[in-house]
């Protein structure tokens, strides 16, 4: 499909890092009392704003041995083990970060270049496989580059959809990927061969864009939509409760 021109603005208050928020947010929307477990700030931003608005089942944790409350305070404990049922119980939606992510959204968070030599030691496999063919598993990426958004990675961590379908029954039973937030967008994949899509444009991005920095070729709607607005009530949150210090600008920074 030939990508339409995209040159409608709009007008908001909202940054783009607070965008990014509330994408990241609306991946925890409907999934009920499981455990959130948000990778990186603005991840962790958006877990806390979606328990604090439309999804308060969800359980939080302070990334070691607790669920905290809204606050942050202790209010259970979730030892290893527990953590690890909860996993492979499909009881958990992690949100992860990319080194690479394909098409398909397969990723890689181990090494670049080829695994018997590798120009690049990254943080390794990780509990990456095990995250995606258990429960959801989606992804941040705070900088979108055709570094990050390659045409295929070097080594599969996060299973993808072709990998998940390569594997057979026992994998794709409980394989998931909600969404990719990036700076720029949220992505799904939502297409008749689980191939990338745009979802949504965050305001004040093109789709041409969008293109330009993915290496590969995205399935785009005809009319792509913006990520949705913050309410008042979302903005005030953010900025006053979640995160006063304002350190999700750092991440994103304003455009």
């Not at 496999?125 to 959801?136: D, E």
Request: charged share 20%; aromatic share 6%.
């Amino acid at each position: 499909m030939t990508p339409p021109t995209s040159t409608k603005t709009a007008t908001t208050t909202a940054t783009r890092a607070e965008y990014c928020v509330i994408a990241c947010a609306e991946a925890w929307r409907d999934n009920g009392e499981v455990l959130a477990s948000p990778m990186g700030l603005i991840p962790g931003f958006g877990a806390r704003l979606a328990k604090r608005t439309f999804a308060p089942d969800l359980l939080l944790t302070d990334g070691e041995a607790m669920i905290v409350d809204l606050d942050g305070a202790p209010e259970g404990w979730l030892p290893y083990r527990q953590h690890l049922a909860l996993a492979t119980g499909g009881k958990r939606h992690v949100m992860m970060g990319a080194s690479q992510i394909d098409r398909f959204g397969n990723q890689n968070i181990s090494c670049i270049g080829d695994w018997q030599r590798p120009a690049r030691q990254l943080l390794g496999v990780r509990g990456a496989p095990v995250n995606s063919i258990n429960h959801p598993t989606s992804y941040w990426v705070p900088k979108h580059s055709t570094r990050v958004f390659v045409d295929k990675v070097d080594m599969v961590c996060g299973v993808g959809y072709d990998s998940a379908a390569a594997a057979g029954p026992s994998v794709t039973r409980y394989h998931r990927l909600p969404r990719v937030v990036s700076d720029l967008g949220v992505f799904d994949f939502a297409t008749p061969g689980h191939t990338m899509r745009l979802a949504s444009l965050h305001p004040g991005v093109t789709v041409e864009q969008v293109t330009e920095a993915t290496g590969f070729a995205l399935t785009i709607p005809d009319d792509a939509p913006y990520t949705r607005e913050p309410t008042a009530h979302e903005l005030e949150l953010i900025r006053e409760v979640i995160d006063p210090k304002g350190l999700r600008e750092r991440e994103v920074p304003a455009r």
